[in-house]
């Protein structure tokens, strides 16, 4: 290591404890980024260091993924494909279609949108004139697109990553690089209909997925406004004092409150009777409770969004959601383009996994989210023309955390591969065979493997065939193929039998066919 590289790491480890000091200090905001941005330029310096030396001989790279991401192996890419192919089956069954988007915006196309989030946004360098970031979600994206094409409805959905500079919890599935999965209506439609759907939606792919009892959280942007309103916030903080309120999931309101009153700049009276309304949470009753509030019915806003509030919830009832769904004032959203209702799916009670005996709780947050947000596609618009929109965002991620640990707790191995069919030589001699009969196969569209090797063993081709979980297995004999037959063999039981060797494809689809419905 050269001296000029361990002087600016000893530079670093000083600087970085200054900014640790600074923000347990609670020290202002910009005297906090100023030393931040000289802690940056101080790892950039690194950074060119490091990449001057991999152009020598005998560079050694540390081998690691960057912070916040993760690589996948077989057995987790097998079990988040099933998870997508669930998810992807609910939307299509409630009429979505699908789209796609750049990585990367414009920069100005993201900023303005996020609230106090805007500074996880990743910005790239400049390269070719255009100032760009990583799309931070897929909602801002949709509604670049709406606007642009000129699309005035459209039901889509969308699975793709988004980039978020967090601080990463690995464990609980936060990531900086993670998939989202994003069902939205786009449209002017009536009152709460499609509003109503997104619940749905959300029930129907969190019940398939079988990962334990949850509640969709509801709430309406107007009632938090109306609220904010009635206590007495001024208008320029509802936005401000709604992302303190939204943090109410994970810190107790004594914890909101001090942030509220400490670093927003709201007197303690105020907070105290926000205090008395976001603690409670239920049903119709709640709503036709707060109707009749005294100080709710002198805000225009909270009148309105409690009316529509109350449509929902009947709504609901109807699709059969009774059971699922909490109105709850607590949840706020922190992402200030949401304008109407808005929602968030919790699991009720952690699940647990053995691990070495002992049980443990598994930790995953929220796993779903989302709202409407009426005003966003005409902030792209030219002419400013308005579509109005609703959706819901899968929390994927978490969900993908919750089952590997639970996979690996319970011993749980799932296949890695579709393979069918395994073409096996019983002796030597038998490859050009097994190519001619695999070909036959594989033109058949049957998912089937053999071999690389000449002359493999059969004992090992028949292991494989257990260990990957492939259901039959075709045995080529020398005395067999005159015969005009194989064996087949059924690789769960071992039972095996000859068939034909003639139209041999044709046969093993039928007996797959027969396998995927039970009946063989």
Known sequence: ?????????????????????????????????????????????????EDEAAGGAGQKFLLKTPKGTRDYNPQQMALRQGVLDKIVTVFKKHGAESIDTPVFERKEVLTGKYGEDAKLIYDLKDQGGEILSLRYDLTVPLARYLAMSKISS????????????????????????????????????????????CVKVVSEILGGLDIGDYVIKLNHRMILDGMFEACGVPADKFRSICSAVDKLDKSPWEEVKREMIDEKGLDESTADQIGEYVQQSGGLELVEKLQQDPKLSASKSAVTGLQQMKTLLKYCEVLGLRNEIRFDL????????????????????????????????????????????????????????????????????????????????????????????YVASAHKGLHEQRLKVITELWDGGIKAEHSYKENPKLLVQLQHCEEQGIPLALILGDAELKKGVVKLREVPTRKEEEISRENIAEELSRRLSLMRNGDF
């Open 154 to 197: 459209i039901k889509r959905y969308h699975i793709a990553k988004v980039y978020r500079r967090d601080n990463p919890a690995m464990t609980r599935g936060r990531y900086r690089e993670f998939y989202q999965c994003d069902f939205d209506i786009a449209g002017t439609y009536d009152l709460m209909i499609p509003d109503a759907e």
């Open 330 to 421: 607590s949840l706020a959203r922190g992402l200030d383009y949401y304008t109407g209702v808005i929602y968030e799916a919790v699991l009720t009670a952690m699940p647990e996994v053995t691990n070495g005996g002992d049980v443990e709780p598994i930790t995953v947050g929220s796993v779903a989210g989302g709202g409407r947000y009426d005003n966003l596609v005409g902030m792209f618009d030219p002419k400013g023309k308005q579509v109005p929109c609703v959706g819901v965002s899968i929390g994927v991620e978490r969900i993908f955390s919750l089952l590997e640990a639970k996979q690996a707790a319970e011993g749980i191995k799932i296949r890695t591969t579709d393979v069918e069919v």
């Open 1 to 49: 290591m050269s001296d000029n590289r361990q002087k600016i790491l000893e530079e670093i480890k000083v600087q970085g404890d200054l900014v640790r000091k600074l923000k347990a200090a609670k020290e202002s905001k910009e005297k906090i980024d100023v030393e931040v941005a000289k802690l940056l330029a101080l790892k950039a310096k690194v950074a060119e260091e």
